[in-house]
């Protein structure tokens, strides 16, 4: 696959590190089986190591690649990356897909820095929860990927200019191929700003309709393909894409 993007620090919110102390989110309820979702350590190839498909939603949301990639093997799953933390504000975010029996991919919280050591240090004032159906996902903090754009774990993604050497970070997770019908996957991030400052709490919810069938002809046709030239704004500023469009 690939991957074509450009991320701006306006509104990408905090940082990354493997070993950031990022507190989980204690469940109560029932938890989800591991079953449902790709393990971190899962042995990958370079485009699909836990990174690589991390910047993929980033790269999405930020509209510089389809929804679909691999051939449809993965369907990626919509970020707010304009969505700022409100100190004692709660911020909502509502989707409402219909999707085919395929791997989808979860960014659940984006960080950024010039500095890794920021990056990791921006990533542990998070606290995440995921919710499928009400089961709680186990122990949400071990799927932090810290990556730099233009590093090794980076495939076949293009960053213009200074972008390529920022340090990311994303709280990102694969769903294996639900079962068909509905589910709500449910996302909630508590962000603590400061100490002087209330909790920030951001809430995401995904409506899903799983179609009873893996992903069609017209799906896997808007992946694109490995030598596919990259949109024409991509070097085009964020802030200006809408006047050049």
């Not at 790269?59 to 919509?78: H, K, N």
């Not at 919710?131 to 960053?159: K, M, Q, S, T």
Request: hydrophobic share 40%.
């Amino acid at each position: 696959m690939r991957f074509v993007a450009a991320v701006a620090l306006v509104a990408v919110l905090a940082g990354c590190g493997s070993h950031a102390a990022v507190r989980s989110d204690p469940p109560s309820g029932a938890y989800l089986p591991e079953s449902f979702v790709r393990s971190p350590h899962v042995k990958t190839d370079m485009d699909t190591n836990p990174a690589n498909l991390a910047s993929a939603v980033v790269t999405y949301s930020l509209g510089q690649l389809p929804e679909y990639i691999d051939d449809g093997d993965f369907r990626l799953l919509p970020h707010d990356m304009e969505q700022t933390s409100e100190p004692g504000k709660t911020l909502r975010n509502v989707y409402r897909l219909t999707v085919p029996r395929t791997q989808l991919v979860l960014d659940t919280a984006v960080t950024a820095s010039p500095l890794s050591s920021e990056a990791r240090q921006l990533a542990s004032a998070y606290t995440i929860s995921i919710r499928l159906d009400g089961r709680a996902v186990r122990d949400p903090e071990r799927f932090w990927v810290f990556y730099r754009n233009n590093g090794p774990l980076i495939c076949r993604i293009y960053f213009p200019g200074d972008l390529g050497s920022l340090n990311m970070g994303a709280n990102s997770l694969v769903l294996h191929p639900l079962p068909a019908g509905r589910h709500l996957l449910r996302v909630v991030v508590r962000h603590r700003v400061s100490d002087s400052q209330p909790l920030a709490l951001r809430i995401a919810e995904y409506h899903l309709r799983v179609l009873p069938r893996p992903p069609n002809a017209t799906e896997r046709a808007i992946a694109p393909e490995e030598d596919e030239a990259p949109p024409p704004n991509n070097r085009t500023p964020l802030t200006f894409r809408s006047k050049a469009a």
